[in-house]
């Protein structure tokens, strides 16, 4: 058994997310839980929004990154890692590796926006462009990991990523017990099976929400045919959410989530927008589809204490995507 | 003696911003300190960022407003309130009235924009509209108190306001004891002198600085030539930084601020940008003022504990100044 099917087998339990949470807790930022009154009217319940908008590297993605980088063996760690992921989980691992002494390598498409680019050098991962293409991603990584013996870090078919995921669940529900619904956005699935394991362990009664653009709707498609559905064009804002599910991820999901919530793309600008003039905080597009769900009130929940989790904060300034208010 | 007077007679001391701070803490958030890696090395210090964009309201302007609003007999409470500053303050002073049951009249000139009259509404003051002229303000907010009886509330010529806005401080400082230096924006000058009172009175050592734009130099001059200068066309960016200080905010700023910092349009840009990008918080152009002394060093404070209140997070996003990254 190789090290990678060891690690992709079985999900990780709530005790595998708080071990991942002593491991990195020292090494990343205990993000805070706002709140807003004006945001708790919009939704008619009161929302605990938990920020991994704040979080180092700007997103969740630094949680798992550090909890696989912390499991390597000592020989696996001289190596190096690869992904060929070119968002988040880029830069996370790429700061995760550091924090280690161990060198990330990551492949990106010639075509990668500068910013992402640039955060991937800030955080001292090491680029390697290629052509835009799955087949070319891969073939580069491949290349890599037999020159220099690195491993291959997925960004969610990992149970150590999918455990460290988990902990931005785990750090809500320990300061806010009595939620009732907990919201997350839905993408490859790693933060939301992370989030489902560690809710609904602690507290049975949760209803576990996945978020997801309507243009995106593969893993609505998936729980609700019982197989895993491809994405063919997502067309969506959400830069973060075009991934489609892992076979390990699906099967949690399906055990776990209780509904996936649809939104519009318009509803997700409206989102983030009131996020942004309201909160004074920074989320991308991914975040704002879960902050939708609760302000478009997708779902029943009137009254009730709802965890929403703010995933990430990297925007391009340049591009904003408001339009004027009139 | 009236009670206008007698508010503007003297400066609070640290036991009024303690009294002030018991008061007014169970209705404000108290706000994050936040920290960042890579804007600790731009800096060449340790700097530790008060939160005040995070506020309600979005600016620390609630503190004095809600600690005035609190100081009223129950005589001047049923009468209400009147400002004719129609920025942070009035959307303040309005939340702060509401909170007690006070009507809050705000004098609003008819070209103010659409984002700042929302808010006022929004948090339930009473909007009134008069020419974009001081006399046509001053004129409007006299016929209000002669037909109601309401009090004006000044945003910073008054030792309650004063008091409050030192709150920020004391909570920063209670925080992080080992601040070698405190920096704060000066417009008027109330969020000044409540930080400088509070953060010397607790650290004698500590150096207060404030932090002003190269083209709204007034304080600095002021200070430089020892008497109150006006400031007649200030051109800046950050909006939250026209006005002038009054008697009571210059004696205080002689006696306990040990320099006025001066920062370039460009470099408020730049700081605000920063923040945005790597922090993931939106700022105002006010606010950026404060964090651009620090990042452009315009200060000797290598390897110190720096101190930096940002005060706002109001922003028009339709109106952004970023421009393209190259």
């Not at 690690?7 to 805070?32: K, N």
């Not at 209780?258 to 309201?278: G, Y």
């Amino acid at each position: 058994m190789n090290v990678q099917t060891q690690h992709t087998a079985s999900a990780p339990d709530l005790g595998a997310i708080r071990e991942a949470h002593r491991r990195i807790a020292p090494l990343i930022h205990h993000t805070q839980v706002m709140t807003c009154a004006s945001l708790d009217q919009l939704a008619g319940a009161r929302l605990f929004f938990k920020c991994e908008n704040l979080q180092k590297t700007g997103s969740f993605k630094i949680r798992g990154a550090t909890n696989a980088i912390a499991s390597l063996t000592p020989q696996e760690a001289r190596c190096g890692v690869v992904t060929h992921s070119s968002g988040n989980h880029a830069a996370a691992l790429s700061l995760a590796a550091r924090t280690r002494g161990v060198t990330a390598w990551i492949v990106m498409p010639t075509n990668a926006p500068l910013t992402k680019k640039r955060a991937v050098e800030r955080y001292g991962g090491k680029i390697t462009e290629c052509e835009p293409t799955l087949p070319a991603r891969e073939a580069a990584a491949r290349a890599i990991i037999e020159r220099t013996g690195s491993v291959m870090l997925h960004p969610y078919n990992d149970a150590r990523i999918i455990a460290g995921q988990g902990t931005a669940a785990l750090e809500l529900l320990e300061e806010v017990p009595d939620l009732d619904f907990i919201l997350a956005p839905v993408s490859g699935g790693g933060l939301l099976s992370g989030t489902a394991i560690a809710a609904s362990s602690l507290r049975p009664q949760i209803r576990v929400i996945g978020c997801e653009p309507k243009n995106a709707d593969d893993a609505f498609r998936s729980l609700a045919s019982g197989s895993i559905q491809p994405m063919e064009h997502p067309d969506t804002i959400a830069d973060g959410l075009r991934a489609s599910l892992c076979p390990l991820t699906f099967d949690i999901l399906r055990e776990r989530v209780d509904r996936i919530a649809l939104v519009s793309e318009d509803e997700i600008v409206e989102a983030m927008r009131l996020v942004w003039e309201r909160m004074k905080i920074i989320i991308e597009p991914s975040s704002a589809v879960a902050a939708a769900v609760a302000f478009e009130r997708k779902i029943p929940m009137a009254g009730k204490n709802v965890g929403v989790i703010l995933s990430g904060g990297n925007v391009d300034l340049d591009r904003l995507p408001f339009t004027k208010l009139t």
